[in-house]
Every structure is written in structure tokens, then in C-alpha cells.
């Protein structure tokens, strides 16, 4: 069976060593998983979370472990690790130019950017530099630099794990809102492959971004070659730790751990009048009114800056940017993390009437 068992004839020593899921993390903390199994191909996909439904176990399905926290008593089940890989052309359409390309879930995020650029295909290059894998991408609509993933999905491959049938769910039907979607808190379906709908262009989408437009030069609303918007983006990316280095412990991390707040306008108020000897809080329009104000400014005026320390030093804000909850020791727990979170988020809704909301996925722990 091409859905491999790990570790199913050694002995319990090793075993432990490979379900431990702290190796499946960006964060290098979690756990003991039950069982794990790797999955190479959509079909292994399917198979190893069905016959570990039929029994009767939990199923956690884990591919790079960038947006997710597990906690440290693990996972009680079995762990379906993504592995497959691929990308092919389904479509090219000459009368809007563009080309529409179809991923394997555990096609490396990052990977598939640089392809894309490559091949001169815009609608990605903002996204560079984001560990994870391609399937993750539509569950939580992954976005930067004045980019997202929505814009340029058409639809997922998923397995219907309720229905026990394979089929494709619309972008339209996806439930894409800021950094969330219908897949984010659900665990009946499963990302087989995403659909990308991208230009035909040597040229990036226009520049949204203030800070990208700065770094490029430009303004923004302008458009440059698509390896010069990459660059830039991984340049910034790697200033704030953002680019996975295993050398590097501020980027042994979920990469942003809460979410900007969106504030009605009464809200949004409200904050104004409490920070007003601090300056006006960085915000941006969102959508019905709604207001978008800045997580990390909210956490450095609350007192947390770059470099706060958790329980023991063991874990701490990352010294380059302070939305990066960061390992530092290799012997620290989930719950040190946790509790640095919970810190964070009391400080900033003390001070700031602001509740904060972790991007990750939470397993068996919570803030």
C-alpha cells in the first residue's frame, strides 16, 4: 500500500522519536501523535484519512506545519502527513491571457511561487517566501504584501470526508474572508489540489502595498518585473524573520501568530480616544465599513516589543518583529507559548479594548 504506516516495524524507542510532532512543525513543539502516515499522492490522500475514519480514530491531516500549534499532549489518533507534489496547465485562455494551473497539496508554497515567476505568470510573486505548503493556502487564504490567494483561485479538489466522495468546491463557495475560510475550523474536507487563474505577464500585479512600494521604489499601483517583486518580497520577509532558516531562531515560529483586528467604526473609535497620546494607530479600510488596524502596533504600545521574553526565556517574541511568537531553547513546551499568547492578549485588551485572535490552528491546546 503506498500509504505508508512510519515506523511500523521498529521499535518503540524510534517510534516515539517519529510520532513526536514537534518534527512536523515549524514551531519544533507538539507532542505525540498515536500513529502517523505519509500520504505521496491525492489518493494515498483519501485512503489514509478514510481507513483511519473507518477505525474509528481521530484524523489530523498535517502538511508543512506553519500555521499550526498542537499542544503537548499531542494528538490521540493519527496524523496523515501531505506529501504529494505536482503542478500541470488544466487551461489557457488567449482571450483574457491568462493560464490556469492545478497543485498538489503538499507542493512546497514557496517552490510553486518561484515557478510561477519563472514562467511568467503573475498573481503570486507578493506570496513569496511563506513556508507551508500549496493546500494550506485556500484553508486560511493565506495573503501578504497586499496579496491573497482568493483573488487568484477558481476552485479545491477536496475529499468530503461526511459524504465519503471526492469532488471540487468553487472559489465562489469557499467562504474566502480575511485570513479564513470554509475549511479553517472544519475538518470535513480535505485539500487534494487548488486551481490558480494567473496573468500571462512578465510583470507583477500592481504594487497595494506601502512598504513593498517603498523597498521597490515605485509607487504604488505600479508594476514591476516579476523577480524584482520576489526579490523584494524575500527581502523584507528575511528582515522580520519570516523566512524559515534553521539557524535562525526567530523564525522557528507560525510566522504571524494573531491577526490584525477588524473594528466597526464605533470600535475603531473607541481606540482612537485610547491611544491618542501614543499617535494614530496604523489602520487600513476594510470591507462594510470596517476598519483594519495593525496587531503588531497594538502589542508593542501594550508594552510587548521585539525580543519579549515568555516563561524562562524559553520562548519569546521574535527580536525582529513582534507578531512572531518564536521558540528559542529546543526544550520548551507548547504551553510556554500559549501562555506568552495569553499575555499578549490581555495586555493589548487592557490597554487597548482590543481583543487579538490567533491566526494558527490551535490542536489540543487553546489561549
Not at 474509528?56 to 503537548?72: K, M, P, T
Not at 483561485?153 to 469532488?167: F, H, K, L, M, S
Amino acid at each position: 500500500m503506498s500509504v505508508a504506516e512510519v515506523l511500523q516495524s521498529t521499535s518503540g524507542a524510534q517510534r516515539d522519536a517519529e510520532c513526536h510532532l514537534s518534527r512536523y512543525t515549524t514551531l519544533r513543539l507538539g507532542g505525540w501523535a498515536s500513529r502517523v502516515v505519509t500520504a505521496t499522492s491525492a489518493d494515498d490522500l483519501v485512503r489514509g484519512v478514510r481507513e483511519a475514519g473507518e477505525r474509528g480514530e481521530q484524523v489530523l491531516v498535517l502538511a508543512g506545519g506553519s500555521n499550526v500549534v498542537i499542544g503537548d499532549a499531542g494528538f490521540p489518533g493519527t496524523v496523515v502527513l501531505v506529501r504529494s507534489r505536482g503542478l500541470r496547465v488544466v487551461d489557457t485562455d488567449t482571450d483574457t491571457d491568462t493560464v490556469t494551473v492545478r497543485v498538489e497539496a503538499g507542493e512546497p508554497w514557496d517552490d510553486l511561487v518561484a515557478h510561477t515567476v519563472a514562467s511568467g505568470w503573475s498573481g503570486l510573486e507578493c506570496l513569496s517566501g511563506i513556508p507551508g505548503s500549496t493546500g494550506a493556502t485556500p484553508i486560511q487564504n493565506v495573503g501578504a504584501y497586499g496579496q491573497d490567494v482568493a483573488e487568484t483561485i477558481t476552485g479545491v479538489q477536496v475529499y468530503d470526508r461526511v459524504a465519503g466522495t471526492t469532488g471540487r468546491i468553487e472559489a465562489r463557495d469557499c467562504g474566502f474572508i480575511y485570513r479564513s475560510s470554509i475549511f479553517k475550523y472544519s475538518d470535513r474536507w480535505v485539500v487534494l489540489s487548488v486551481d490558480f487563474r494567473l496573468a500571462r505577464s512578465p510583470l507583477s500585479s500592481p504594487v497595494r502595498y506601502a512598504e513593498l512600494a517603498r523597498a521597490l521604489d515605485v509607487a504604488v499601483g505600479d508594476r514591476v518585473p516579476l523577480a524584482k517583486a520576489r526579490d523584494a518580497v524575500l527581502r523584507l520577509r528575511a528582515g522580520k524573520g519570516m523566512v524559515l532558516d534553521p539557524t535562525d531562531p526567530d523564525t522557528w515560529s507560525v510566522g504571524s501568530f494573531f491577526t490584525n483586528p477588524v473594528l466597526d467604526q464605533a470600535d475603531h473609535e473607541r481606540l482612537r480616544e485610547r491611544a491618542a497620546e501614543l499617535g494614530e494607530p496604523p489602520s487600513w479600510p476594510g470591507a462594510d465599513g470596517t476598519v483594519k488596524v495593525s496587531a503588531a502596533w497594538l502589542i508593542d504600545k501594550a508594552g510587548f516589543g521585539k525580543g519579549h521574553p515568555g516563561p524562562e526565556g524559553v520562548v519569546t517574541i521574535s527580536t525582529k518583529h513582534t507578531l512572531a511568537l518564536t521558540h528559542r531553547s529546543g526544550t520548551a513546551r507548547t504551553e510556554d507559548l500559549v501562555r506568552l499568547a495569553r499575555e499578549i492578549r490581555h495586555g493589548v485588551q487592557a490597554r487597548f479594548g482590543v481583543t487579538l485572535h490567533p491566526e494558527p490552528v490551535l490542536i489540543n491546546c487553546a489561549l
